[in-house]
């Protein structure tokens, strides 16, 4: 996929104030600091769409981006740990949770997880509600520059033996580090090939 322009939409909280579900539409999400937004400036071929932040927590918003003009990328809150109140991350809680239930053109949640990381709680509890609610998610492995090829391999065998306590296939799943631009053109070319079988309403 040729990115030929990506425009900042809206920020909000309130799901009805989102765009007309007229375009396809695709939720980046997971634990703060997981590299999210550099992941979402590598896919764009755009260095400040989204912001990046040494900070975790920075994303606070449900944060649309027109693609193309053709399809929205979603930037959602982080969850698991931030620097702000609990009461913030239970209302970011609830509209993200919200957000992903209501939003009827949501076609994949790209879940995105630290590769240098052992399996985390917090993003295997996530994708398993995403299954139980029955929404459709992918797998991106972020940072994976910062591991040699054997680590790197050690790190997604180790991943794939958790899901598969769980799931009798392992899920859709992309290997990508944002200063290499890797994995950039699989996770694009996946999102066309499910934008050709969207119907708009």
């Not at 996530?126 to 790190?155: N, R």
Request: glycine share 4%; with cysteine; aromatic share 10%.
């Amino acid at each position: 996929m040729v990115i030929h322009s990506a425009e900042f939409v809206i920020s909000n909280t309130e799901v009805e104030k989102c765009p007309a579900p007229k375009l396809a539409e695709y939720a980046f999400i997971g634990r703060s600091n997981v590299g999210k937004s550099s992941l979402i400036n590598m896919l764009t071929n755009h260095k400040k769409l989204a912001k990046t932040s040494g900070r975790p927590g920075k994303t606070q918003l449900i944060n649309h981006f027109v693609i193309n003009k053709e399809w929205y990328l979603v930037d959602l809150p982080g969850y698991g740990y931030a620097k702000t109140s609990k009461t913030n991350r239970e209302k970011w809680q609830t509209f993200i949770e919200e957000y992903l239930l209501t939003r009827e053109n949501l076609l994949n949640t790209f879940v995105l997880i630290d590769s240098r990381l052992e399996p985390q709680k917090i993003d295997v509890e996530f994708m398993e509600w995403c299954a139980t609610e029955g929404l459709p998610f992918s797998m991106v492995f972020t940072k994976t520059d910062k591991l040699s090829a054997v680590e790197l391999d050690k790190k997604l065998a180790k991943y794939k033996r958790e899901m598969l306590k769980k799931w009798e296939v392992m899920p859709p799943h992309f290997v990508t580090s944002s200063v290499s631009a890797k994995g950039r053109d699989e996770v694009m070319d996946y999102i066309s090939e499910i934008n050709e079988a969207f119907e708009p309403m």
